[in-house]
């Protein structure tokens, strides 16, 4: 059995040991907790059992547990600076068994852990099970669906370490522009200047897992609101961001058959 509430104010204890008035901290803090909500969201709207919705829940809540470390390390979300994922599945699950602090059973310890450490992977793979690669899926869309209004709410300068008149500054990298062409996400090491990340942030939408995620994107109007939160100054920009935007939209109103595992 898992209890949330339970595994919440543990999660509180935990944060504890950091600082909560750093920007980044406080940040990552709120989007936990908007994966929690989201996770639940999602796994409802497919109608999934009880435990399956506990379960989701339970993941979103631990999924970003490593980002806290690489803040206070690093102050740095840069995957080069540590692989989040990694770090936080072995901080769970490593010799400490931190995972025991938010849920006695241990059930569920592996589908949890690949989960967990395949959830920022830039593509899914590895994971044969079907109900852990649902729940790997689950994760990554609910993710992807706080960070759209992490990216309408947060600072631009705490996401990028740049204004927002410096972040729609520039061109858009060739090797960026060219997995948007191809309807992917945009690989870290292709990101050169701040605009890149900007449209890397927009790309990732490419890859949505299920039609109840895609359906919520369009409800909030999500891709068109992040595509415009930035001023672009370079009409090259501007053209493929508006290019972009009208591409997304079309392809998430056209999302393949949920099936749930």
Not at 41 to 70: N, T, Y
Not at 104 to 110: A, G, I, L, R
Not at 125 to 135: P, Q
Not at 212 to 226: A, G, K, N, S, V
Request: charged letters at 35%; glycine letters at 4%.
């Amino acid at each position: 059995m898992i209890d949330i509430a339970h595994a919440k104010q543990e999660f509180e204890k935990y944060l504890d040991e950091y600082d909560r008035e750093d920007e980044q901290i406080c940040l990552k803090i709120v989007h936990t907790y908007g994966v929690v909500k989201y996770a639940g969201e999602i796994a409802r709207k497919m109608e999934c059992s009880g435990e399956d919705v506990e379960l989701a829940e339970l993941i979103g809540l631990l999924h970003d547990i490593g980002r806290f470390e690489q803040i206070r390390r690093f102050h740095s979300f840069e995957p080069g600076t540590m692989d989040h994922a990694v770090f936080g599945a072995e901080l769970l699950f490593g010799e400490e068994k931190l995972i025991r602090r938010f849920v006695e059973d241990d059930k569920f310890d592996e589908l949890i852990d690949a989960a967990i450490r395949k959830h920022s992977d830039f593509k899914l793979e590895g994971i044969h099970d079907a109900r852990t690669l649902f729940h790997a899926k689950l994760i990554r869309d609910a993710d992807k669906l706080d960070n759209c209004r992490v990216k309408l709410e947060a600072s631009v300068e705490a996401m990028l370490g740049v204004s927002e008149k410096a972040a729609g500054e520039g061109l858009i990298s060739p090797a960026v522009w060219e997995s948007c062409l191809r309807r992917e996400s945009v690989l870290s090491a292709d990101r050169h200047v701040p605009v890149d990340y900007w449209v890397s942030y927009l790309a990732q939408y490419y890859d949505i897992n299920f039609p109840e995620t895609c359906e919520i994107i369009e409800e909030e109007d999500y891709i068109t609101r992040i595509a415009g939160r930035l001023t672009y100054q370079e009409q090259d920009t501007r053209t493929k961001l508006h290019i972009l935007t009208e591409d997304l939209n079309r392809h998430l109103e056209m999302p393949a058959v949920s099936v749930k595992e």
